[in-house]
């Protein structure tokens, strides 16, 4: 006992003695340099007004080149598939009967011939623009003219090539398999709102009105695969699937996507709904511009397929019931689905992401590993009490 | 009459779309004409606005002169001069001669107190730095922030990192000639046994194609880079049937797979560290104005831009790299004798010790 007295004080010795080492006041000298984040820096008040002017004159720019194509768009007899305008460079017929017979697979790959609307597929070649006097026009982003009142049979998809495909366009690279059937999902994916025009004509008002309201990011891909190939969803520009979400990236997202993500059906519900209730008025002209960064800014998760999968799933008479439905959307989405929106749309995310747990919820190793150290200490308690020695 | 009158109706009617698409047209131009004025105005706006805030950032700060370096901050206990005095050499040896334009690009900084919780004015201009900061942390951030003057676009992706002076020049060394000897290369083997053309393909100095072939030489290589890399991007859409043959050893597959990626997606078997250190040894060569006649011509193959600003053939350049990067092995790890005596005696100790234990006794 007197012993064990004599280890005990020498170990509380210690601990002092560490702690009048370590503690304040004398303290001890930092191990590292503290952390701190100093401020990018961000443009004027003046400079940011000047490149906010730049984005709107960019789409202005990009609506008056669509509006300047409406007019010339000639189509041809023979193709029932979209007709293909080229600016920036002029090709050789031989480059553009390749990407015509691209676009005619990608055209009776979405089960489509002679169409209503009529789609036209404006591809901007890549070009340099030096001048000072004026933004570089849009070149990042798709942009779509939509059918409106005074031109109901017409949309036309505005398509910037970029360095990549202008070069392939042009011939500057090896047209192998691969490299076509990327072309062929880079075209399909260009057609946008207009292949739904094209599939099942003008929507009916509640639709375009709900479509309008949230820029068409449910109805931005008619194909069955992904946008980018198979498997490849705006899930897949997010993130690895096969990894965990980032709460961040999850938070980034409105409340109702959230909710979606983690499987409730009223989240589905509010997020499918979003925009339905505003009575919006179809503008002249109907353009259609996609955000810049667009799978940011969805309300379902890959929202860019969602229509396409309904239309799949229901079957086209369907879902053309829905389309030119006049009834308030959810009434008519209900019917072509036949089951509860937020139900429906719940199974559907299930199918591309795994519902995330929300609210608090220790996760299952943590509690293995505190059961298992509270198991420990017992057994230990237990040992030590078991050899104690009672004189 | 009537009949006139009828068909001028027709005539407007038909007529109408027309019109209509006209004063659409007409708006979207007009709009599009009246943006690009105003953005014309703003522009001017801005740049006076760019200019007078420059002005008010640096108003009231202190100007430090060393060298070459120009540093503009505010009063603090920053020990911005002895950071310089330090930084200014290493600066003033990569650059030679055409350090002296570093004048026409100061450094501004903000300094901040790093403890505080209020909330600091927006910045538009230079950069923050805590003021607590020491010498050497300061004059690092020099160094790493020092603007390489007239640096071109092309230069920067050939190197895949700026160049910038360092104080380690050692280490650099060091990481290269463990790369010469771990990265799983055939190329890279080759370059370590002498054979400089193989140092030049994976420096990526001189005829730029064929990459493929030079950079991953044996259908191993090729096949490890698709499955290994790239798997995921193949395997979905078109590709995935040609990752299931490249993985399934048919070269061919592998190779087309490779050959389909964008231009520049392709892997280098050698990090920017690697060029890096050829760019310092050039510079070395070249003594003071090698910098100047490695910028003179951007548009120079980057062989003939080393090789002016070296004064040396490009394959003598090379084999000194090679040299340099060998004889900066990293230096074996070796214990003491005394190391292993002591060893002994610790265990034998604590083995002592828990041989004397008893039962516990309270």
Redesign the interface.
């Known amino acids: 006992?007197a012993s064990?007295k004599g280890w005990v004080v020498a170990g509380l010795l210690g601990c002092l003695a560490l702690a009048l080492a370590y503690l304040p006041p004398r303290g001890a000298s930092s191990s590292g340099?503290?952390f701190?984040v100093?401020?990018?820096?961000?443009?004027?008040?003046?400079?940011q007004?000047?490149k906010a002017?730049?984005e709107?004159?960019r789409n202005?720019?990009a609506?008056?080149r669509l509006?300047?194509d409406?007019?010339r768009v000639k189509g041809d007899s023979l193709r029932a598939s979209p007709a293909i305008v080229f600016r920036g460079a002029t090709l050789s017929s031989n480059s553009v009967r390749d990407v015509e017979n691209v676009m005619d697979s990608v055209w009776r790959a979405l089960g489509l011939g002679e169409t209503k609307v009529r789609v036209t597929l404006a591809i901007e070649l890549q070009r340099p623009y030096a001048s000072v006097?004026?933004?570089t026009p849009l070149q990042d982003r798709v942009a779509y003219l939509a059918p409106d009142s005074?031109?109901r049979t017409d949309c036309i998809a505005y398509l910037p090539a970029g360095a990549?495909w202008t070069s392939f366009i042009l011939g500057k690279r090896?047209a192998?398999?691969?490299?076509?059937?990327?072309f062929a999902?880079w075209l399909q994916a260009g057609l946008g709102p207009c292949a739904f025009y094209a599939a099942y004509g003008n929507p009916g008002r509640h639709v375009q009105s709900w479509l309008a309201a949230r820029n068409w990011d449910v109805g931005l891909y008619l194909g069955s695969?992904?946008i980018?190939?198979?498997?490849?969803s705006s899930l897949t520009i997010l993130g690895?699937p096969r990894f965990p979400w980032f709460w961040d990236g999850v938070y980034s997202f409105p409340p109702a996507t959230v909710a979606c993500i983690a499987g409730r059906p009223s989240g589905c519900r509010a997020a499918v709904l979003a925009g339905a209730a505003e009575e919006r008025m179809i503008p002249?002209?109907n353009v259609v511009l996609p955000e810049r960064r667009w799978w940011r800014a969805q309300h379902l998760l890959p929202g860019e397929r969602y229509l396409g999968d309904i239309a799949r799933t229901v079957g086209r008479d369907r879902f053309l019931a829905f389309w030119t439905s006049g009834e308030p959307v959810d009434t008519a989405l209900a019917a072509a689905l036949k089951r509860p929106v937020g139900e429906w749309t719940a199974d559907w995310e299930r199918g591309f992401v795994q519902p995330i747990r929300l609210g608090p919820a220790a996760p299952l190793e943590g509690v293995v590993m505190a059961l298992t150290i509270a198991v420990f200490a017992i057994v230990l308690v237990a040992g030590?009490a078991s050899?104690?020695?009672i004189r | 009459m009537s009949r006139v009158l009828l068909l001028w109706c027709a005539a407007t009617l038909a007529m109408s779309?027309l019109r209509?698409?006209d004063s659409?047209?007409a708006r979207?131009?007009h709009?599009?004409d009246s943006?690009?004025s105003?953005?014309?105005e703003?522009?001017r706006?801005?740049d006076?606005?760019?200019s007078l805030?420059q002005v008010r950032a640096t108003a009231g700060s202190d100007t430090i002169a060393v060298g070459a370096l120009r540093i503009i901050a505010n009063p603090s206990p920053l020990p911005l001069r002895e950071a310089a005095e330090r930084a200014w050499p290493a600066i003033d040896s990569l650059y030679g001669s055409v350090a002296a334009e570093l004048t026409e690009h100061p450094y501004i900084f903000r300094a901040?107190d790093?403890?505080t919780a209020v909330r600091?004015t927006?910045?538009?201009?230079?950069?923050?730095?805590?003021w607590?900061?020491d010498v050497h942390?300061t004059s690092r951030i020099l160094l790493t922030t020092v603007t390489p003057p007239r640096f071109d676009h092309a230069f920067a992706d050939w190197l895949g990192a700026t160049l910038r002076p360092t104080l380690r020049p050692g280490d650099e060394r060091s990481a290269v000639y463990l790369q010469l000897v771990t990265v799983p290369s055939e190329a890279v083997r080759g370059c370590f046994l002498g054979d400089i053309v193989r140092c030049k393909d994976v420096l990526q100095i001189g005829d730029s194609s064929g990459v493929l072939a030079r950079w991953y030489v044996t259908p191993a290589e090729r096949e490890a880079l698709v499955s290994g890399v790239f798997g995921?991007y193949f395997a979905?859409?078109?590709?995935?049937l040609?990752l299931q043959k490249c993985r399934r050893h048919q070269d061919d597959a592998c190779t087309?797979?490779l050959?389909?990626l964008?231009?520049g997606s392709l892997p280098r078997p050698l990090a920017p560290v690697a060029r890096m250190v050829l760019v310092r040894e050039a510079l070395r060569a070249g003594g003071r104005d090698a910098y100047r006649r490695l910028v003179a011509h951007p548009d120079s193959p980057i062989e003939t831009r080393l090789s002016n600003a070296a004064e040396l053939d490009i394959d003598a350049l090379v084999a000194r790299w090679r040299e340099l990067v060998l004889a900066a092995r990293p230096v074996p790890l070796t214990f003491p004798w005394w190391a292993s005596v002591a060893a002994v005696l610790w265990t034998a100790f604590f083995g002592f010790c828990a041989l004397r234990s008893s039962?516990?006794?309270?």
């Open positions: 006992m064990l340099s503290p701190f100093g401020q990018s820096p961000s443009g004027t008040p003046a400079r007004r000047a002017l730049a709107e004159w202005a720019d609506a008056v509006l300047e409406r007019p006097d004026a933004p005074t031109h990549y090896d192998m398999q691969d490299r076509l059937g990327r999902q695969h992904g980018a190939g198979e498997r490849f690895d002249i002209p030590t050899r104690r020695q | 779309p209509g698409q659409v047209m979207a131009h709009r599009a943006l690009l105003s953005w014309r703003a522009q706006l801005a006076v606005a760019d805030e901040v790093p403890d600091r927006v910045l538009h201009v230079g950069a923050e730095l805590p607590d900061l942390a995921d979905r859409g078109g590709t995935a040609s087309a797979l050959q389909s964008p231009p039962r516990w006794r309270l």
